[in-house]
C-alpha cells in the first residue's frame, strides 16, 4: 500500500515537471497560429481562433530558413563528430597514461573552460582570416573541434575503469587504443550520450560567434536567421518570433523523440556489474 | 570494428569537405565591391527591404555592387565591426547606433566625412537634415556620419481607458502634473493587485527615456563632446524623483519592465499611457483593437526628447577609390526619396526636411497624422548622450534607476553615485 502511494506520488511530480516543460511550447505554438491583434488580448487565448498559417509562411519569406536549417545541421554535426574523436583521444591519454607535465596539461585544458568565449573572439577570427576561411561552414567549427569540457568530462568516465580490468585486459591482448575501444568507450557511453546532447544543443544555440564569421545567408545558421525577428527598438514581432522558434527549435524536440530511448537505455544499462 | 573508425573518419573528412568547397568560392572582379553591415532595429521585414535598395542601387551603379549583411541587434553588430576592425578587415559601410562614435573615434574606425557633405545636392545637402539628428554626427569639428534609421521617444495613450476613467479621449497629459493625477485616476486595483497601470515608462532603455525627463526638466546629462558629466544636477535628481513618485510612492506604473514587453503590455490594456520609441507605432497599429494617440511627452519646464537610432559610417582604412563608392551609397541611401520610402517601410522618422515633401509620404501621412508627431517634436529634441565607454556608463545608470524607483536608494544619493561612476568612467 505504502508503495503504491509513493508511486501515484512519483508520477504526480513527474506529470508536474512535465507539463512545466510543455507549457512555454504550447503557448509557443499556439501564438505562431495567431493573428498580431490575438496575441495580447487582456485574457490569455490558448487556442489560436481563427487559426493563422501566414506566419510559417512570411518567415520562410523573409529568411532562407531551409537553407539555414541545413547549414546548422552541417555545423552541429560537424563539430560534434571532430570532438567526438579528439575528445575521447585527450581523456584517454589524460586518465590512463603517465607522462611529464600532465597535470599542467591537463591543468590548462580546465583554464580553457574559465576563459569567456567571447576573449577569444578576436584571436580566432585573425586565425580564419589568415587561413582565408572568413564567411564558410569551417570557421563556425574551427574553434570548437576541441572541447576542455569534453575532456575533463570523459577523463572522470574513463578513471572509474578500475585498474585491475584494465591489467586483465592487457593480458588478454587488449591494450592501447584496442583498450580504448572495445572498454572504455562502452562503459562511458552515457558519458558520452550526454556530452554529444550538451555539445549538440549548445552549437545550435550559437549565436554571436556564427554570426561574426559569416556574411552570406549562404553559409549562415537559423539562430541568425532568429535573430531578425528580435527587435532592440520596437521590441518583437511576437506571431513571427515564435513562428520561427518553433521552427528552429523543431528539429532537436524530433532529433530527442527519436532517440530518446537509445538515451535513456544508455543509462540505464551502463556500469561495471558485479 | 575496422570499418567503424573507417565511416567515422570518411564522415569527417565529408563534412569539412562540404564545408570548404564554399571557402573558395569567391571570384575577383573589376567591380568594387562593398561589404554594408547593418542591424535590424525595429520590427517589419527590414532585412528583406535594405536588400531590395542595395538591389536597386547596385542596378543604378554599374562598377559597384554593395553587399548587404545583417549583423544582429546593434550590441553584435559593434561587437561584428569592432573585430573585423581590429583584425584589419573592415566593412566598407556600417550602421552602429549613435552612442557609439567617440568608440568608434577611439578605435580610429571611420573617416570623416566633411569633403563629401559640403559638395553633395550643390551643398544643400546636411543643412536639409533635422538639427536633432545632425547632433550624434559631430566631434571634434568633423562630421563622421550620416543620420539613416532615426527614433526619437514619444507618448502614446489609450483612448477607450481614458473614456472610461472618464478623461478626455483626445487629449493627452501637457505636463508631469497633469501626467500624474491622470495617471492615478487611470490604475485600476483589485486588492494589492494592479489590473491596469496608468502610465508605463519602459524598462530596457529607461536610460534613454531619462534623459528625455531631464531635458524636459531644462537640463543635460552629458556634454556633447563626452567630457562633462551632470548627473547629480537638481534638474536630474528632480526628474528621478518624479520617476519615484509615479512607481513607487504613487504605485501608477511598474516599476520593472523591458522594452519588448511594454508595447504588448499597452496592446493587452494593461497600460492605459506609455514611453516608448516612434519605432513601435507601426506594431501598435496592426496589433491594438482600441483607439490610441500618439502625443509629446509631457514637459515639465519645456517639451524635450533626445533622437535615438542608428547612423551609416564609412570605414576608416580602405583604399580612397572604395571610399568614394561608399559615399555615393550613403548619399543615395539617405536622398529625401530614400529618405522617405524608408520610413515607411520602417516606421523611423524621415531624417530630411524635404522628405516629408515627396508625394508618396504626403500621401502616406494624410491617412494617419500620427506618424507626424515624432517629427513634430524634433524641435524640442537634442542629441542622445554619448561618450566613450558608453555601455558601461548606461549599466551604471540603468542600475541606479532601478534602484531609486524600488525605493532601495533616494534619487538624489543615486545621482551622486552615478556622477561619481560616470566621472571614473571617462577619466579613464
Keep these: 500500500m505504502h508503495r503504491r502511494w509513493s508511486h501515484l506520488a512519483t508520477h504526480l511530480i513527474v506529470a508536474l515537471c512535465a507539463l512545466i516543460t510543455v507549457t512555454p511550447y504550447l503557448w509557443l505554438l499556439s501564438t505562431s497560429l495567431k493573428y498580431k491583434t490575438e496575441v495580447f488580448t487582456p485574457t490569455p487565448q490558448w487556442i489560436p481562433w481563427p487559426i493563422n498559417l501566414g506566419n510559417y509562411a512570411e518567415v520562410f519569406d523573409r529568411a532562407p530558413f531551409g537553407l539555414f536549417l541545413i547549414n546548422t545541421l552541417i555545423v552541429v554535426t560537424g563539430i560534434l563528430v571532430v570532438q567526438l574523436v579528439t575528445v575521447t583521444l585527450a581523456a584517454y591519454v589524460f586518465a590512463r597514461r603517465q607522462f611529464r607535465g600532465a597535470n599542467i596539461l591537463f591543468l590548462l585544458f580546465l583554464v580553457q573552460m574559465m576563459i569567456p568565449i567571447h576573449a577569444t573572439f578576436l584571436p580566432n577570427f585573425l586565425t580564419l582570416r589568415s587561413l582565408d576561411l572568413l564567411n564558410t561552414r569551417v570557421a563556425m567549427m574551427l574553434p570548437f573541434l576541441a572541447s576542455g569540457y569534453g575532456t575533463f568530462l570523459l577523463r572522470q568516465a574513463f578513471k572509474q575503469v578500475p585498474r585491475d580490468l584494465e591489467d586483465a585486459a592487457v593480458i588478454d591482448g587488449c591494450a592501447g587504443l584496442r583498450f580504448l575501444w572495445h572498454v572504455l568507450i562502452p562503459l562511458a557511453k552515457p558519458t558520452l550520450v550526454a556530452f554529444s546532447l550538451i555539445s549538440l544543443v549548445t552549437h545550435w544555440n550559437d549565436y554571436l560567434w556564427p554570426l561574426i564569421v559569416t556574411d552570406t545567408p549562404d553559409v549562415r545558421t537559423l539562430t541568425i536567421g532568429l535573430g531578425m525577428f528580435v527587435q532592440q527598438e520596437s521590441g518583437a514581432d511576437w506571431t513571427l518570433l515564435m513562428a520561427a522558434t518553433a521552427f528552429v527549435t523543431a528539429p532537436l524536440l524530433v532529433i530527442f523523440l527519436v532517440f530518446q530511448r537509445k538515451f535513456i537505455e544508455s543509462f540505464m544499462f551502463s556500469g561495471l556489474k558485479g | ?428
Design chain 2, 1 to 428: 570494428m575496422r570499418w567503424k573508425w573507417g565511416a567515422l573518419w570518411t564522415a569527417v573528412v565529408a563534412i569539412l569537405a562540404v564545408a570548404f568547397v564554399h571557402a573558395g568560392a569567391q571570384a575577383p572582379s573589376k567591380l568594387i565591391r562593398l561589404t554594408f553591415y547593418y542591424p535590424v532595429g525595429v520590427a517589419g521585414p527590414l532585412a528583406k527591404v535594405i536588400g531590395e535598395m542595395t538591389d536597386k542601387f547596385n542596378k543604378d551603379n554599374p562598377g559597384i555592387e554593395v553587399v548587404p549583411v545583417y549583423s544582429g541587434d546593434y550590441d553584435p553588430t559593434l561587437q561584428k565591426v569592432q573585430t573585423s576592425v581590429m583584425a584589419g578587415n573592415p566593412p566598407d559601410i556600417f550602421i552602429v547606433e549613435i552612442s557609439e562614435l567617440p568608440t568608434l573615434l577611439a578605435m580610429n574606425a571611420i573617416t570623416p566625412l566633411d569633403d563629401y557633405v559640403k559638395k553633395a545636392e550643390g551643398g544643400k545637402y546636411w543643412a536639409d537634415f533635422f538639427a536633432a539628428f545632425r547632433e550624434n554626427s559631430t566631434l571634434r569639428g568633423k562630421i563622421w556620419w550620416i543620420p539613416f534609421q532615426r527614433s526619437t521617444p514619444v507618448f502614446y495613450w489609450n483612448k477607450e481607458l481614458f473614456k472610461k476613467a472618464g478623461l478626455d479621449p483626445e487629449r493627452a497629459p501637457q505636463t508631469w502634473a497633469e501626467l500624474r493625477e491622470m495617471a492615478k485616476k487611470l490604475t485600476i486595483r483589485e486588492g494589492n493587485e494592479v489590473k491596469q497601470w496608468g502610465v508605463t515608462v519602459s524598462g530596457g532603455w529607461n536610460d534613454w527615456l531619462f534623459e528625455a525627463f531631464v531635458r524636459q526638466n531644462g537640463s543635460w546629462l552629458i556634454n556633447p563632446e563626452g567630457t562633462k558629466v551632470n548627473f547629480d544636477s537638481k534638474e536630474a535628481v528632480e526628474a528621478l524623483e518624479f520617476w519615484v513618485d509615479l512607481m513607487h510612492k504613487e504605485k501608477v506604473g511598474p516599476p520593472h519592465s523591458t522594452w519588448g514587453s511594454t508595447p504588448p503590455d499597452f496592446v493587452a490594456q494593461r497600460t492605459a499611457m506609455l514611453y516608448h520609441s516612434t519605432g513601435i507605432l507601426t506594431f501598435l497599429r496592426n496589433s491594438a483593437k482600441f483607439d490610441f494617440g500618439v502625443a509629446f511627452m509631457p514637459k515639465s519646464k519645456t517639451f524635450g526628447a533626445e533622437v535615438g537610432g542608428g547612423n551609416l559610417a564609412i570605414a576608416r582604412k580602405i583604399p580612397k577609390e572604395r571610399q568614394d563608392a561608399a559615399w555615393k551609397f550613403i548619399e543615395w541611401m539617405t536622398s529625401s526619396d530614400n529618405a522617405a520610402q524608408w520610413s515607411m517601410a520602417s516606421g523611423y522618422v524621415a531624417t530630411r526636411t524635404s522628405a516629408y515633401t515627396v508625394p508618396a509620404f504626403k500621401e502616406f501621412l494624410a491617412k494617419d497624422a500620427r506618424y507626424l508627431v515624432a517629427r513634430d517634436q524634433l524641435q524640442y529634441a537634442s542629441g542622445k548622450m554619448m561618450a566613450p565607454n558608453f555601455q558601461k556608463i548606461r549599466e551604471i545608470l540603468k542600475k541606479q534607476l532601478d534602484d531609486a524607483v524600488d525605493g532601495r536608494v533616494a534619487p538624489k544619493e543615486a545621482m551622486v553615485t552615478v556622477q561619481k561612476q560616470v566621472e571614473a568612467v571617462i577619466k579613464r
